[in-house]
């Protein structure tokens, strides 16, 4: 996430980085105004969607609230301007989702790694969460999720146990154990 976020251009990289910190789904991104934002107390407030260039709720129908880093607060606020959507087209429109995708998808293959879309920023929040043992009702809440089962799907941490049963594998293979 971080070769993605470091690599894009404006407005593309704080998009990103906003989707890795809080693991907002992508229709949630395109639709944050900055009323949404409390930039003082570093809060994104959920509060809809769009999905198809119109807005709707949020997929939970709850809106929630996302804590984000100070340094991100920082760069939303040089990002500043009229009120409306933090991420307009420049016609004022919601961004559309595919050309995130593509956008993601080029710098995915510029950086020489594979290709995955924009929900694979809630799957890395959600594993890097897990890695840092975020208590599970925190998780569910950032991520919008009524269901903690919901969140499994989502983890794909590597544990010690995994590694250090893959270098017994290679050790065996290679019979050096």
């Known amino acids: 996430m971080r070769k993605i976020v470091e690599t894009a251009g404006e407005p593309f990289r704080t998009i990103f980085w906003l989707a890795s910190e809080t693991g907002m789904r992508v229709g949630e991104l395109t639709a944050v105004?900055?009323?949404?934002?409390?930039?003082?107390?570093?809060?994104?407030?959920?509060?809809?969607?769009?999905?198809?260039?119109?807005?709707?709720?949020?997929?939970?129908?709850?809106?929630?609230?996302?804590?984000?880093?100070?340094?991100?607060?920082?760069?939303?606020e040089s990002m500043r301007q009229d009120p409306g959507l933090v991420f307009p087209t420049t016609t004022g429109k919601p961004i559309d989702q595919a050309n995130l995708r593509k956008s993601v998808y080029a710098i995915c293959d510029r950086v020489d790694i594979p290709r995955r879309g924009m929900h694979a920023f809630r799957h890395w929040n959600e594993s890097v969460m897990a890695h840092l043992q975020a208590p599970?009702?925190?998780?569910?809440?950032?991520?919008?999720?009524?269901?903690?089962?919901?969140m499994l799907r989502y983890e794909h941490g590597i544990t010690q146990d995994e590694v250090n049963l893959a270098s017994q594998l290679g050790l065996l293979l290679m019979g050096r154990a």
């Open 33 to 76: 105004r900055w009323e949404d934002l409390d930039l003082g107390t570093c809060r994104v407030h959920v509060k809809q969607s769009v999905w198809c260039g119109q807005f709707k709720t949020t997929k939970s129908r709850k809106p929630r609230t996302c804590v984000i880093s100070k340094l991100l607060a920082t760069q939303l």
């Open 136 to 150: 599970p009702k925190l998780r569910r809440q950032r991520l919008g999720h009524s269901d903690e089962r919901m």
